[in-house]
């Protein structure tokens, strides 16, 4: 027997940032919800500038232009997180790799389009 699945695009309609989350309604009825802490710059924004949003990329993504922080619902959904980046100054050999590994994931969190690339460039 042969079943069809239909795979929908993730885009979100609708962002709420509380001091703990952040939570994205998407335009299929589902709800994605990560901490606030897997955005460091959304943690350490007013309330007023987290709730200056605007949606990008036909529903791909968030964007804070007040904040420069970008998170699509693929990050959201595949639990990537937007980690804080590292002065080079400051790292030893290994951290410098782990600062490449930490930065693919960041701009995978970042939108689809960074997403792919980032894998690409990875494997």
Known sequence: MNTAVQ???????HVTVTK?????????????????VWSWRLSEATPKQRANWQIIGDGHGVH????????SADGMLFGIPALRPQ????????????ARANNAIHTAFRGPESAAVSRETSL
């Open 20 to 36: 703990d989350s952040i939570t994205a309604q998407l335009i299929d009825g589902r709800t994605i919800s990560v901490p606030l």
């Open 7 to 13: 795979i929908q695009e993730v885009k979100i309609k």
């Open 64 to 71: 804070w232009p007040e904040l420069d922080e970008d998170i």
């Open 87 to 98: 002065t080079l100054s400051k790292l030893t050999p290994k951290s410098e790799k782990e």
